[in-house]
């Protein structure tokens, strides 16, 4: 059966682009469409222009590695990835001889970026992901979204706070993981923590 699985997140990431390296929050959204397609997208919320996006199929699988392996479907190939976000999430930050990290990072095409996932303390890369940067055409619909995105919260904003709360349950009801089958039940990575998510 045909089902899709989400997880989107703000994630604290070390990123060394154009000759600088910073530490701040990226947001992380990973799309699984049909157990035959991959979608990560990352994004700068305070940057709508900053966007890079790659789409995974099961030909293009082949050619990744998740701890030295090459993953045996998208499925577990996404399981994996949030189960090592989630390890950047709860890793102590004052730690970071023990803590995995997200890196972006230069690839040897200027136009990408290589998303990687790396255990400090063994200098293990888990895995690298390439992720593309967007044509203009792209960019312009991520900065409308972005912007459509923004004119929803002013609107929240300029709400009564009863409207709000009222509004907030229809949004955590409307954001839940769309799903035409149940997830497995011995895995909880398709929950959305909707608390970080810039809207």
């Known amino acids: 059966m045909m089902r899709t699985l989400h997880y989107c997140e703000n994630i604290q990431s070390e990123i060394a682009l154009n000759g600088i390296s910073t530490k701040k929050k990226i947001y992380f959204d ?3 469409q049909d157990e035959n397609n991959l979608v990560i997208k990352i994004t700068d919320p305070k940057d709508p222009f900053y966007y890079f996006f790659t789409s995974i199929n099961d030909i293009e699988l082949q050619h990744l590695k998740i701890n030295k392996k090459i993953p045996t479907n ?7 990835i949030v189960d090592f976000m989630k390890l ?11 803590c995995t990290v997200l ?5 040897d095409d200027e136009n990408n970026v290589m998303l990687r996932i ?6 293990n890369v888990v895995t690298s992901i390439l992720l593309r940067k967007p044509t203009d055409i792209e960019i312009k619909r ?12 002013v609107h929240e904003l300029r709400q009564s706070p009863d409207e709000q709360t009222e509004n907030q349950g229809i949004e955590t009801e409307n ?12 895995t909880t990575i398709h929950d959305r923590n909707d608390h970080d998510i810039d809207r």
């Open 118 to 123: 790396v255990q400090l303390k063994s200098s």
């Open 142 to 153: 991520h900065v409308l979204e972005r912007y459509q995105q923004l004119e929803i919260q």
């Open 74 to 80: 998208l499925h577990q190939y996404f399981i994996d």
């Open 175 to 186: 954001v839940q993981i769309s799903q035409t089958t149940a997830p497995p039940t011995a």
């Open 103 to 107: 890196q972006i990072i230069p690839s």
């Open 30 to 32: 990973l799309n699984l």
């Open 88 to 98: 950047c999430l709860n890793d102590d930050s004052n730690a970071t001889e023990t």
